[in-house]
């Protein structure tokens, strides 16, 4: 299993960002997808996830309303639309997945397969 983060970039506080993610090697119909980020000296922390078996989303708390996941293809295209962007979401954006999952998964220890990150960085 493959994944590709693209889409990153800087943009100003209050603007937009779309981040895909490309997979390939998924078998199973049941699946999990998650964004993660790590900003400059931090652990890496959950910013949202989808799950193919119940359509269930997670968000942090810190992107809630502002972000959106979604996913298209059988799990092959996973999207983070990011609005009202804000420096503390400055970060390295990741992509990654785990296959044979029914239930919603968040943490960074549950998720198999990572791919590269993005670079996002709001500037203030």
């Known amino acids: 299993v493959q994944l590709q983060a693209s889409g990153g970039g800087l943009v100003q506080a209050g603007g937009s960002l779309r981040l895909s993610c490309t997979v390939s090697?998924?078998?199973?119909?049941?699946?999990?997808i998650g964004w993660f980020r790590q900003a400059p000296g931090k652990d890496r922390e959950a910013v949202s996830s989808i799950t193919s078996a119940t359509g269930q989303t997670y968000y942090t708390d810190a992107v809630k309303g502002r972000f959106s996941i979604s996913s298209a293809d059988a799990g092959h295209t996973a999207y983070l639309q990011m609005n009202d962007l804000k420096p503390e979401d400055t970060g390295i954006y990741y992509c990654a997945t785990r296959e044979i999952v029914i239930v919603p998964i968040t943490t960074v220890d549950d998720f198999q397969y990572w791919g590269r990150g993005t670079l996002v960085t709001v500037s203030s």
């Open positions: 090697g998924i078998e199973s119909s049941f699946w999990s």
